[in-house]
């Protein structure tokens, strides 16, 4: 059995009526079965699965798993006890995002759920940090698929989650929280609940699942799509880019641990949040949907610059990174923008040639960041003379 999907995959659940292939990135799997609005619905109130059957599962074994990913990446994975779920992320030298894993343990392996493009580049970095530590990795992509969705268990939705070791893989999002060493700038969360999980089933049962879902019983990607945005939960993926630190995105709230050891990029993560400021922050914006256009990955967004003579111009601050509609917000994107744009401008998007005014919703304030509580020396002045 080869590592790796074929190049061109096409997952059985794309057969299922009125199913529509995704692109880009999420080729393969199915956009929407008919209707996005009502497979939104259905996914929310917890009766609908959705098929991540593109996305990449790697695993790595023995002994060190624990210890060897925690000094490597910037959450504390050493006490993760069999069949909690955790993510971490992995970062250059310098701060800036390179991978986001996420994780759960089974007592005996590490399963890391990650989008299928940064497989192969993430397990050759794994390869050469492995040293003389007693650790195995394997891509499981062949044998596990993914099916995510938000129901109380996925059970109830008729999915058998894999088991290979006697523990459901069962990865469960934090999002909803912050764990243990983070932190979260934003200042509220959004409604309702983000209780989102995904699940590793055998990728032979597929076919069995297809047959097997109720009517109505499986949602599109753009359904999925448009609940994460609007819990504000980021996908590298979509959401980040080269330049992206966590703090930009608060993922500091569930994927950063900020009193564990050392790692790469931690020094970054530490003067950043304790000293300064991230350059960029990431809103929620609620676009004017009267043109009927929905902006797209990469769109620019503008702000209003003052001018000497009294008048105004558009000046670029951002760009959209992900867009939806949503069931009841409307028209909606995360759009990371500089960090001095006021929370209270409206901004535009520019898109197939047209202008759509946005509201912000701040996720990361202006403020965010500089917690430190540094003791500041009184000036000294002239003594008089004694």
Request: net charge negative; glycine share 10%; proline share 8%.
């Amino acid at each position: 059995m080869t590592d790796t999907l074929p190049v061109a995959y096409r997952s059985p659940l794309i057969d299922l009526d009125a199913a529509v292939e995704a692109d880009g990135i999420d080729a393969g799997v199915a956009a929407h079965y008919g209707n996005p609005v009502v497979e939104q619905r259905r996914l929310a109130s917890g009766a609908a699965i959705v098929d991540l059957s593109h996305h990449a599962v790697l695993g790595i074994s023995g002994p060190d798993r624990l210890s060897w990913l925690n000094s490597v990446s910037s959450q504390a994975l050493t006490a993760l006890p069999p069949g909690e779920s955790t993510e971490t992320l992995l970062l250059d030298p310098t701060g800036h995002l390179e991978y986001a894993i996420r994780v759960l343990d089974d007592g005996v392996e590490l399963w890391l759920l990650v989008e299928a493009a940064e497989a192969p580049g993430l397990k050759a970095w794994l390869e050469k940090m492995r040293f003389m530590l007693r650790v195995e990795i394997t891509d499981h992509t062949a044998e596990f698929a993914t099916i995510g969705g938000m129901a109380a268990s996925p059970a109830d939705v008729g999915v058998e989650p894999a088991a290979p070791n006697g523990v459901p893989l069962i990865w469960r999002d934090p999002w909803a929280g912050v764990t243990g060493g983070g932190h979260q700038y934003a200042e509220s969360r959004p409604e309702p609940e983000w209780t989102w999980w995904e699940a590793l089933v055998p990728r032979a049962a597929l076919a069995e699942l297809a047959a097997s879902v109720a009517p109505g019983g499986v949602a599109g990607l753009i359904a999925a799509e448009a609940l994460r945005i609007a819990a504000w939960r980021p996908r590298a993926a979509m959401d980040a880019d080269a330049k992206t630190i966590p703090h930009e995105l608060d993922w500091l709230r569930t994927a950063v641990h900020l009193n564990k050891g050392c790692y790469r990029g931690q020094e970054t993560v530490a003067k950043v949040h304790n000293l300064g400021h991230p350059p960029r922050r990431l809103v929620l914006l609620h676009l004017d949907g009267s043109e009927g256009v929905l902006p797209a990955h990469g769109d620019e967004v503008q702000g209003l610059r003052a001018l000497a003579d009294g008048q105004t111009e558009h000046r670029g601050v951002g760009t959209i990174t992900s867009s939806a509609i949503h069931h009841e917000l409307g028209p909606i994107a995360l759009a990371v923008i500089k960090r001095s744009v006021p929370a209270d401008v409206t901004l535009y998007v520019q898109a197939q040639g047209l202008s759509i005014a946005a509201s912000q919703e701040v996720i990361v304030p202006p403020s965010a960041g500089s917690v430190a509580e540094i003791p500041r020396l009184p000036r000294l002045g002239i003594r008089p003379p004694r």
